[in-house]
T-cell receptor, first 108, second 114 residues
């Protein structure tokens, strides 16, 4: 995952917004993704954004893409304890490359 | 509900044993992948397959081999297990090699080599 970078930990209080950031290096990436991994489970696709889009919103999730800076973010509004998980950013060109994952902890 | 099924959730094996990890998907996907996941390192690609009987090395193939005799099944083989292969192993499949609509992952196999 060295081509995709994200911070390893984030802690927020229940009800606050969470913002998880990611930088990628390949400007030719066509799709960018966010996956969620709950304890003891595999990765679940949360959302993805095509590279010609700036923003995508899906209920409590907002994805922002800044192609100039190769920066992707995932905002979770009204964060709940059930959102505690590891969140992976990924880019795809010919195959998919994952970041190391950000462990989100939600405190009551 | 589409699925990728990994045969074991937890495995404990001895050093030097030959270990088979099985993965089956029911989505008729051409592409299947094996990753290992380690804390702080994220997911690293071991092997992948674009078709039956076809395999390609990923980033860390050393110490592993794979088999794809049927479209729905992709097996990861540890020829002689070592303690540094203790890890979480994740299988995934997709309809395209770049996974334009995302990969579907199994629940993972946590392998401990003692």
């Amino acid at each position: 995952g060295e081509d995709v970078e994200q911070s390893l930990f984030l802690s927020v209080r229940e009800g606050d917004s969470s913002v998880i950031n990611c930088t990628y290096t390949d400007s030719s990436s066509t799709y960018l993704y966010w996956y969620k991994q709950e304890p003891g489970a595999g990765l679940q696709l949360l959302t993805y954004i095509f590279s010609n889009m700036d923003m995508k919103q899906d209920q409590r999730l907002t994805v922002l893409l800044n192609k100039k800076d190769k920066h992707l973010s995932l905002r979770i509004a009204d964060t709940q304890t059930g959102d505690s998980a590891i969140y992976f950013c990924a880019e795809s060109i010919n195959d998919m490359r994952f970041g190391a994952g950000t462990r989100l902890t939600v405190k009551p | 509900d589409v699925k990728v099924t990994q045969s074991s959730r937890y495995l404990v094996k001895r050093t030097g044993e030959k270990v088979f990890l099985e993965c089956v998907q029911d989505m008729d996907h051409e592409n299947m992948f094996w990753y290992r996941q380690d804390p702080g390192l994220g997911l690293r690609l071991i092997y992948f397959s674009y078709d039956v009987k076809m395999k390609e090395k990923g980033d860390i193939p050393e110490g592993y081999s794979v088999s794809r005799e049927k479209k729905e099944r992709f097996s990861l083989i540890l020829e002689s297990a070592s303690t540094n292969q203790t890890s979480m192993y994740l299988c995934a499949s997709s309809s395209t090699s770049a996974g334009h609509y995302g990969y579907t992952f199994g629940s993972g196999t946590r392998l401990t080599v003692v």
